[in-house]
């Protein structure tokens, strides 16, 4: 029995903590006035996982909690959502984001849809679906 006890505490010392990771994400062709923003900074500790943008702070005061949808040895991917949204930019009761981080290239597509968006684009229709395309450094 001692022995077993000795073997449990030695795994439990031993075991892997889990790194706490930071992604600064840039978007460069996306403005601070954007639905997509032109950073988006994702924090991971352990199984808490949160996106924080300007967007995020005007609307939340701090970054918000995101989903893992996709975490592999080449690509994590992540979604989150903001409701009731009101810019300068128009009304946006759903927001709902998805980030694809793609690891071996430190590329980075961020998406949105937005059903039910109040703005006009240049064609006179509420656009539903943005993109970004970008890259993500480790801090």
């Known amino acids: 029995m001692k022995s077993f006890t000795l073997t449990c505490l030695a795994a439990v010392v031993c075991a892997p903590l889990a790194v706490a990771q930071t992604f600064d994400c840039s978007f460069p062709r996306q403005g601070a006035n954007e639905w997509i923003r032109s950073r988006i900074v994702v924090a991971i500790d352990g199984g808490n996982v949160t996106v924080f943008d300007s ?29 009731g949204v009101k810019t300068e930019l128009g009304y946006g009761p759903s ?12 590329k980075a ?12 684009n240049y064609l006179g229709v509420s656009p539903e679906y943005f993109i970004a395309q970008g890259t993500c450094k480790r801090r």
Do not use: C, H, M
């Open 55 to 83: 967007l995020i702070n005007q609307e939340k005061g701090g970054p918000i909690s995101a989903t893992v949808q996709t975490n592999t040895e080449t690509r994590l991917t992540l979604r989150w959502k903001l409701k």
């Open 109 to 120: 597509t961020a998406n949105l849809n937005a059903p039910g968006i109040d703005v006009l």
């Open 95 to 106: 927001l709902n984001y998805s980030l694809s981080y793609f690891k071996q290239r430190d």
